[in-house]
């Protein structure tokens, strides 16, 4: 039995008669017969009874009448659905990203690809790049966007990077050290410094190195958060400084409430954001459009840093200030 024999015994059932079913189904009069012999047979009950060179219908097909339209427009309506999926319409998607990334693109990317394709369902996940990894193999999300080295060491993923990470240490517009030049470490550590963001064992090493700042990092910091939203609550009401990435304060650093401070060394870290996804992986053409939103998000965030010569831009080190002889 196949869904073209129940839209034949359908045609049959509406126009009463051979004929006109036919001509609807653009079969000639003996191959349809042909077809609603066939099923038939495969139900194993008689459909019709033939009288008169019309076909009447039994107790067995009033009884499967409505069950033969379902499967027919659940059939149709399969079809439909794949092909919308086909075009982005329809189909859902998870995704992730890290709170940084999410403070200023999640609700617009979710209200973009949602005005282009009304019917998708759409489930997004907030957090640091282990757990998202962790959520990607076990084939909870689609894709996440997060620091490409977490698919290194899997041979399952792949990895667009999209944007190449620049860091500094931020403070409120009006901080007391803001516009001065050459800061070190002893003069941040005068306020209270907050640890904002994911960050691996390697940027934490690094990040101390370049300050002589022993190891667990953690404990020279007052707050430690990954909330972009909190970093920004806190900077931005009190006196506290935080390393950050140019892209977790941009929104911040647009409106002109918070500033880089020029702090000696620079915050020299390696972290390259991008797609993060199954390598291989057929996906709905949603998840392609959802990669257009990212694509052209990064490349904008990197034409507004290069505009504001914001942190990791090349200029000339201020040179280290001497700290008088103690005696």
Same mark, same amino acid.
């Given at each position: 039995m196949n869904t073209r024999q129940l839209r034949h015994f359908l045609a049959v059932m509406d126009l009463g008669s051979i004929a006109a079913a036919a001509e609807q189904v653009h079969l000639s009069q003996p191959a349809l017969s042909r077809s609603l012999r066939a099923l038939e047979d495969e139900l194993r009950v008689p459909l019709f009874d033939r009288q008169e060179r019309r076909?009447?219908?039994?107790?067995?097909?009033?009884?499967?009448?409505? %069950?033969?339209? %379902?499967i027919v *427009?659940?059939?149709?309506?399969?079809?439909?659905?794949? &092909? #919308?999926?086909?075009?982005?319409?329809?189909?859902?998607?998870? *995704?992730?990203?890290g709170s940084s990334i999410a403070y200023t693109l999640l609700g617009p990317m979710v209200l973009q690809l949602l005005a282009a394709a009304p019917g998708l369902r759409l489930e997004t996940l907030v957090q640091s790049s282990d757990v998202l990894l962790a959520a990607l193999q076990r084939e909870q999300l689609d894709f996440f966007v997060g620091d490409v080295r977490t698919a290194? &060491?899997?041979?399952?993923?792949? &990895?667009?990077?999209?944007? %190449?990470?620049?860091?500094?240490?931020f403070a409120r517009a009006g901080h007391p050290l803001a516009g001065r030049a050459g800061l070190v470490m002893d003069e941040l550590q005068r306020y209270p410094l907050i640890m904002s963001g994911y960050a691996d064992e390697s940027l934490l090493r690094r990040m101390a190195a370049l300050y002589g700042l022993?190891?667990? #990092?953690?404990?020279? *910091?007052?707050?430690?958060?990954?909330?972009?939203?909190?970093?920004?609550?806190?900077?931005?009401?009190?006196?506290?400084i935080a390393p950050s990435t140019d892209v977790a304060m941009i929104s911040a650093l647009r409106a002109g409430t918070l500033q880089r401070l020029d702090v000696q060394p620079a915050l020299d870290l390696e972290l390259t954001l991008g797609i993060v996804r199954h390598a291989g992986r057929t996906q709905i053409p949603a998840v392609e459009q959802a990669f257009q939103v990212l694509r052209a998000h990064f490349a904008a965030v990197k034409a507004e840093v290069a505009a504001q010569r914001l942190p990791g831009l090349p200029r000339r080190p201020a040179p280290r200030r001497k700290r008088p002889a103690e005696g």
């Open positions: 076909l009447r219908p039994t107790p067995y097909a009033l009884a499967y009448v409505q %069950r033969a339209r %379902r *427009f659940d059939e149709r309506e399969g079809a439909r659905s794949l &092909a #919308l999926m086909r075009s982005g319409d329809l189909g859902s998607m998870a *995704f992730g990203m290194e &060491a899997d041979g399952k993923l792949s &990895a667009e990077p999209l944007y %190449r990470c620049t860091f500094g240490w022993s190891l667990p #990092l953690q404990e020279h *910091f007052s707050a430690s958060t990954n909330d972009v939203a909190t970093v920004l609550t806190l900077l931005g009401s009190s006196d506290a």
